[in-house]
T-cell receptor, first 119, second 109 residues
Framework: DGGITQSPKYLFRKEGQNVTLSCEQN?????MYWYRQDPGQGLRLIYY???????QKGDIAEGYSVSREKKESFPLTVTSAQKNPTAFYLC??????????????????FGPGTRLTVL | EDQVTQSPEALRLQEGESSSLNCSYT??????LFWYRQDPGKGPEFLFT???AGEEKEKERLKATLTKKESFLHITAPKPEDSATYLC??????????FGKGTRLSVIA
């Protein structure tokens, strides 16, 4: 069954703790993305990676870190430096990365999300 | 800078009352415009991709159209199960998609 999985579905964090959100895809996609969603603010891009061992900051990268050691995995760490981490986190992937001409099959797909709550 | 504006922010319809959602965009070289549906607490679900002005795509009660400056998502005779947030996004190549803030649709029986 092809798709994007995120775990856990719900995560609770105490203040001062780092937590890691998992994202795995078996679609053989090159590009992967992390978004944060807050009520009334739409999707905000945290980090993205278009190729293994490389990633770029998005619009709200402060307080977050990522790694891309394998094509199918793109974990997100929410560090204690993130002042207001309570939010819904979405992972996404897309077939093409840096190379190639983007076209009709380059749809971006999303995982089911992780809801993070700071206690 | 690519920009996407969706309107209205929220829309309340009676069951069977057709309407349209708007997605206005500015982009340097459109490579694709995407519509997604998002239910509360879930990830966005892909609906349509449009590539060139004049293109139309249909799926059940939904029809998406595209002009050089905007896209419409027409909902014909909606049902309560069509209630969701509808997101629009544009692509100008291998840079990340730019998303609008969405339209929250409520269909009342």
């Amino acid at each position: 069954d092809g798709g994007i999985t995120q775990s856990p579905k719900y995560l609770f964090r105490k203040e001062g703790q780092n937590v890691t959100l998992s994202c795995e895809q078996n679609l053989n996609h090159d590009a992967m993305y992390w978004y944060r969603q807050d009520p009334g603010q739409g999707l905000r891009l945290i980090y993205y990676s278009q190729i293994v061992n490389d990633f770029q900051k998005g619009d709200i990268a402060e307080g977050y870190s990522v790694s891309r050691e394998k094509k199918e995995s793109f974990p997100l760490t929410v560090t204690s430096a993130q002042k207001n981490p309570t939010a819904f986190y979405l992972c996404a992937s897309r077939r093409k990365g840096l190379a190639g001409d983007w076209g009709p099959t380059d749809t971006q797909y999303f995982g089911p999300g992780t809801r993070l709550t700071v206690l | 800078e690519d920009q996407v504006t969706q309107s209205p922010e929220a829309l309340r319809l009676q069951e069977g009352e057709s309407s349209s959602l708007n997605c206005s965009y500015t982009v340097s070289g459109l490579r694709g415009l995407f519509w997604y549906r998002q239910d509360p607490g879930k990830g966005p679900e892909f609906l349509f991709t449009l590539y060139s002005a004049g293109e139309e795509k249909e799926k059940e009660r939904l029809k998406a159209t595209l002009t050089k400056k905007e896209s419409f998502l027409h909902i014909t005779a909606p049902k309560p199960e069509d209630s969701a947030t509808y997101l629009c996004a544009v692509s100008s190549g291998n840079t990340p998609l730019v998303f609008g803030k969405g339209t929250r649709l409520s269909v009342i029986a």
